[in-house]
């Protein structure tokens, strides 16, 4: 099945990143109608691009990945502070030091980081087993939306970045209400997120998708993939 129409838009939404014009693009359909094909096409435009770099990132959330919060945004945050699978915890909670010094982020978010990569240490832990429940949450999302703030500007300009959340119909709360507020960043930072999943209405990332609909405007748009 052509996809041109899509295709098009996707890369319409890129673009606009060199403008300094970010968005979310919620993209839907049934397994085989080609969602990762339109993304791994879009990477490939990204790629080859002639006005220069662009960072881009990937997840996908897993069919146990609701016993397992923030699963997605872990293997992000590993990608965007230059750890890998095979690193150990404390080869992680390195790069993840180095990663704040070079952004400029504050040190006491070192908690947050190292919980949302499953590699806090003992110190961490004691730091926010002071803290109820929704402070831990909104320190967890508030240090995210630093990190893309500061990677995005980093080197004095504002580098385009893409993120990509795939199979978000498997995904956890916690992940999709960090999207949620993460999303908020496309109003007015080069950044294009992703967001693809099956057309599960029993799903809560059914609930995410006319959220974002609802709250941003014309940041957001939305690829119905038919067969």
């Known amino acids: ?30 397994a085989g109608l080609g969602k990762s094909r339109l993304v791994a096409e879009l990477r490939a435009v990204g790629v080859a691009r002639p006005q220069g770099q662009i960072a881009w990132f990937e997840s996908r959330a897993i069919s146990y990945g609701q016993s397992s919060p923030y699963d997605p945004w872990r293997q992000l945050g590993r990608q965007i502070v230059g750890a890998t699978d095979m690193d150990t915890a404390p080869a992680v909670r390195q790069k993840l030091r ?23 240490a003992e110190d961490s832990r004691t730091a926010l087993a002071r803290l109820a429940g929704d402070a831990v949450v909104n320190g967890v999302t508030g240090a995210v939306i630093g990190a893309i703030r ?14 990509v959340m795939d199979d978000l119909h498997w995904s956890d709360s916690a992940t999709l209400e960090l999207i949620a507020q993460v ?23 059914w609930q995410l998708v006319d959220r974002l609909q609802a709250s941003l405007g014309n940041a957001f748009a939305r690829i119905d993939l038919e067969p």
């Open 183 to 205: 999303a908020t960043l496309a109003g007015g930072e080069p950044l294009l997120v992703l967001c693809v999943l099956r057309p599960d209405r029993s799903a809560a990332s």
């Open 1 to 30: 099945v052509g996809r041109e129409r899509e295709i098009a838009l996707l890369r319409e939404k890129l673009a606009a990143l060199d403008q300094g014009i970010g968005s979310v693009v919620v993209i839907t359909g049934e």
């Open 98 to 120: 180095d990663f704040i010094a070079r952004a400029g982020l504050p040190a006491d978010n070192l908690p947050y980081y190292e919980t949302l990569l499953a590699v806090d």
């Open 150 to 163: 500061a990677v995005i500007r980093s080197g004095g300009g504002a580098l385009p970045h893409v993120l």
